[in-house]
T-cell receptor, first 117, second 114 residues
Framework: AQKITQTQPGMFVQEKEAVTLDCTYD???????LFWYKQPSSGEMIFLIY??????QNATEGRYSLNFQKARKSANLVISASQLGDSAMYFC??????????????FGKGTKLSVKP | NAGVTQTPKFQVLKTGQSMTLQCAQD?????MSWYRQDPGMGLRLIHY???????DQGEVPNGYNVSRSTTEDFPLRLLSAAPSQTSVYFC?????????????FGAGSRLTVL
């Protein structure tokens, strides 16, 4: 079974609008962390935001926020006021603190976001 | 401060050839790893190391060898390249594979096996 599921292979959003990228995860480990990375067309992997399983509040970093719904095992990335430079692949990843993945990051398959002017 | 340096950036091999992808980091990170990225597959872990002299297999280790003789370097060896190993390879490091420690990635190495 997939540990990280990103159900949207591709999405479009109008410039200046907000967009939500979906991520669901599967773990029985009570302690874990969730990460989002951005990969622009140039290919580098850029860390965006982190949420710990015990964090009480949703993480925010500038225009990025993470909508963490623990009971539903979802960790959706919300980008507010989209910009043309937000066009990229976005990857959700999970680290299980005590699980079989030995602390390694497990990645989803990604969502390609295209921002329209 | 270079961070994570991968070489080469591009490589074309013929089936059966061998080569080594180099990864060097100057952040004194204990943890280093190799991922491969294929279209529609996300990033999959090949091998990782939690310190000099310690390596372990990830999700897709077949066809690849690693060693970690120093903290700074973590080379990935393809002993007999196959077309299925055509991919983009990323080296990634962090101070420790725990908590909120963020993986820092190299720029990637694009490998084509003919």
């Amino acid at each position: 079974a997939q540990k990280i599921t990103q159900t949207q292979p591709g999405m479009f959003v109008q410039e200046k609008e907000a967009v939500t990228l979906d991520c669901t995860y599967d773990t029985s480990d009570p302690s874990y962390g969730l990460f989002w990375y951005k990969q622009p067309s140039s290919g580098e992997m850029i860390f965006l935001i982190y949420q710990g399983s015990y964090d009480q509040q949703n993480a925010t970093e500038g225009r990025y926020s993470l909508n963490f719904q623990k009971a539903r095992k979802s960790a959706n990335l919300v980008i507010s006021a989209s910009q043309l430079g937000d066009s990229a692949m976005y990857f959700c990843a999970m680290r299980e603190y005590y699980g079989g993945s030995q602390g390694n990051l497990i990645f989803g398959k990604g969502t390609k976001l295209s921002v329209k002017p | 401060n270079a961070g994570v340096t991968q070489t080469p950036k591009f490589q074309v091999l013929k089936t059966g050839q061998s080569m080594t992808l180099q990864c060097a980091q100057d952040m004194n990170h204990e943890y280093m790893s190799w991922y491969r990225q294929d279209p529609g597959m996300g990033l999959r872990l090949i091998h990782y190391s939690v310190g000099a002299g310690i390596t372990d297999q990830g999700e897709v280790p077949n066809g690849y060898n690693v060693s970690r003789s120093t903290t700074e370097d973590f080379p990935l060896r393809l002993l007999s390249a196959a077309p299925s190993q055509t991919s983009v390879y990323f080296c990634a490091t962090t101070s420790g594979a725990s908590g909120a420690n963020v993986l820092t990635f190299g720029a990637g190495s694009r490998l084509t096996v003919l």
